[in-house]
């Protein structure tokens, strides 16, 4: 359940005769029903009559062939099962794992359904039958079983408590919080606690102070902790664990203790409430609702990066977690960094193949954390969002600044690049032309030392020093501003396309759409072979009018050092009559060369340098002539016809004001 608000359904099934019917009717009606039916319908309970404030639906089920197909969609439907075996029929209790677990198993899947195993006839079980024994192995071997209990319906024992319990079960779950046979609380809730505890120490001493504590109180249920209260929770701590409590206050390891303690004794709806507020869902991730205050709507020529605001505060985490101030997060550091949060967000199969600066042992950088978090942006804004709660902010409104949106390429609207918080570059590799060395290069520009990913590269994304024009560009009323200390720099992303996969994107019905989110496009031949430039020609001419005639677009030779004299004056002819530069040269790693990739950082700035001159642009441009003259003679034939109007009025005017002064001679 994402929340509070969502109708818990409640779904009772087991053996026939077991006392399903009869145990929900005793606990509607406090009566114990003589003659009950076969099957009641299902029971609304309305949110106002619940104590937690949730609309309940229980449902009874029959075990009869006939009604399996509706006994499996209750299963499907439900929040919470409880599955009933008559206490004194010990062949139900054994037909619970050898048939109804292995059954809700198959219906629900792999969404884990908590299960309530109910003893039903308590008033009849024989003396010398104790239930705990009798389940304890079922227990151990269905995690999903989250409490067991006997009850009467016959003498209305512990009827209420049976809905409670399965009612508690979902709006309040153990499963989450706690591993019953470890006797721990999982790994999830205990970095929610200490996210919760960090956001809580005001000060970063270590330890929650009585005013923090309090603090912390009141958030979260609207009271201070009086006085004796807050020397008892201390005395609690301190008499349990060594490291609970330091200079008067209560430690990490503390604050999570006694959430464990609440756990164990059965007090879930506290460590459930202190959650809730700090914005956890049932699964211990942040809620929709939490992450509801940012929106990430956008035009679809429009991107979603990180502004400086956002740019500084994941430089601030850095430097937090950086305790040795080395400039690099080693493996404990960045295993510290994202011990508040669910876990490290790149370890998904998303980032695997993305390169970013690293130590040649695969440290982080800052410049590679902070080009990282820009990826994750241009491709899952809120998964940065959730993270930057996570990493310290307290609530989403605060995360606002931390974005900003963009559009990537307006020739009638450009944007300072320097601002711009990442510029997207594609990387089109002729057939048999290995891109790896072209992206290592961009890393290779940032620092010389990297490790490469062990899957295929699917980006690399670096910052680039900004061209001297473009780092200089200001707004005319900064132009007075003094210069900063440091070169100014800007993220590129560059994603590597190749032969098959840039055939798919032209192939697309949404080519226009994908090729909206680049600034630049660059297309990487071999210089040695005159194939491989007509192929990246080909594919240039094919992109540029697929993008709309506005994606700047640039050329790169690699093994220029072998290119024949002939294949120079044509590759000459061919971009002088495209009306764009000549082909930037890539020599390989050792000669990574600065200027390739400030070159395309500069075509982002100044698209209109370095569009090709493409047959379907050749064609709006004679579209534009031909309507431009068609105006103009439009406009030319209107002047005519008002002049000509104007002096017909003119002389109709004249023979009016002559016509009473030419009278006939008098005979």
């Known amino acids: 359940m994402e929340g509070h608000d969502a109708t818990v359904r409640i779904a009772v099934v087991g053996d026939p005769g077991v006392g399903k019917t009869s145990l929900i009717s005793a606990a509607a009606s406090e009566t114990f029903p003589d003659n009950p039916p076969p099957v009641l319908p299902p029971a609304l309970l309305p949110a106002d009559a619940i104590p937690d404030g949730v609309p309940v639906v229980i449902t009874d089920t029959s075990s009869r062939p006939e009604d399996r197909g509706a006994l499996e969609q209750s299963i499907r439907e439900a929040s919470v099962i409880v599955l009933c075996f008559a206490m004194d029929r010990p062949g139900t209790l054994a037909r619970v794992s050898r048939h109804w677990m292995p059954e809700i198993k198959r219906i629900t899947g792999p969404s884990s359904v908590p299960v309530l195993l109910v003893g039903c006839k308590a008033d009849v079980r024989p003396a010398d039958q104790s239930l705990q024994a009798a389940v304890l192995p079922i227990v151990h071997s269905n995690p999903s079983i989250e409490t067991c209990m006997e009850c009467s319906a016959k003498k209305l024992q512990y009827v209420g408590e049976v809905f409670y319990l399965a009612l508690r079960a979902v709006v309040h779950p153990l499963a989450p919080l706690y591993d019953p046979q470890a006797q721990t609380l999982r790994p999830l809730c205990a970095r929610a606690l200490k996210r919760i505890f960090t956001l809580c120490d005001k000060d970063r001493d270590g330890v929650l102070s009585d005013a923090e504590l309090n603090a912390f109180q009141v958030h979260c249920f609207n009271a201070p902790l009086q006085t004796e209260e807050l020397v008892g929770v201390k005395e609690v701590v301190a008499a349990r664990i060594d490291n609970g409590i330091r200079d008067g206050g209560l430690t990490m390891a503390g604050f999570v203790y006694l959430h464990a303690l609440f756990v164990e004794r059965g007090r879930l709806e506290t460590t459930w409430a202190v959650l809730r507020r700090y914005g956890y869902n049932s699964d211990l991730v942040l809620s929709r609702e939490a992450l509801a205050a940012v929106p990430f709507a956008h035009a679809p020529d429009a991107v979603v990066e990180l502004s400086e605001a956002g740019r500084a505060f994941f430089e601030g985490v850095f430097r937090r977690y950086d305790t040795d101030d080395d400039g690099v997060l080693s493996a404990r550091e960045l295993e510290e960094l994202f011990s508040t949060a669910p876990g490290n967000p790149w370890d998904s199969p998303l980032y695997e193949g993305v390169l970013v600066e690293t130590t040649k042992r695969g440290s982080m950088t800052l410049g590679g954390f902070l080009a990282k978090w820009a990826y994750t942006t241009a491709v899952e804004p809120e998964v940065v969002l959730a993270y930057a709660l996570y990493l310290g902010l307290e609530d989403a409104a605060q995360a606002a600044p931390l974005f900003a949106h963009a559009r990537p390429r307006r020739l009638d609207r450009r944007q300072d690049v320097a601002k711009r918080g990442l510029l997207r570059a594609f990387l089109f590799a002729a057939e048999g032309l290995d891109a790896v060395p072209l992206l290592e290069g961009l890393i290779s520009q940032a620092r010389a030392a990297h490790s490469l990913p062990s899957v295929p590269i699917t980006a690399a994304v670096a910052a680039v020093q900004l061209p001297e024009r473009a780092a200089a560009r200001e707004e005319p009323e900064a132009a007075a501003a003094p210069a900063p200390a440091s070169p100014a720099s800007a993220m590129l992303l560059l994603r590597p396309l190749a032969e098959e996969q840039g055939s798919v994107l032209l192939g697309s019905p949404n080519a226009r759409a994908e090729l909206a989110v680049a600034d630049v496009a660059a297309f990487a031949f071999d210089a040695r072979s005159r194939e491989s430039f ?134």
């Open 534 to 667: 007509a192929a990246a020609v080909q594919r240039m001419l094919a992109v540029a009018s697929a993008a709309g005639d506005n994606l700047p677009c640039l050329l790169v030779a690699t093994q220029d050092a072998g290119m024949d004299p002939d294949l120079a004056t044509e590759i000459g002819e061919t971009c002088s009559r495209l009306g764009i530069a000549p082909p930037l040269t890539f020599a390989g790693l050792s000669f990574p060369g600065r200027s390739l990739y400030q070159t395309l950082v500069a075509a982002a700035a100044g698209a209109e340098l370095a569009i090709p001159d493409t047959p379907s642009l050749q064609a709006t441009r004679r579209r534009r002539s031909m309507v431009r003259r068609a105006l103009w003679c439009s406009a030319g034939g209107v002047v005519l016809t008002v002049a000509g109007y104007a002096a017909y009025k003119a002389y109709a005017r004249t023979q009016t004001e002559v016509a009473p002064t030419s009278k006939p001679a008098s005979s």
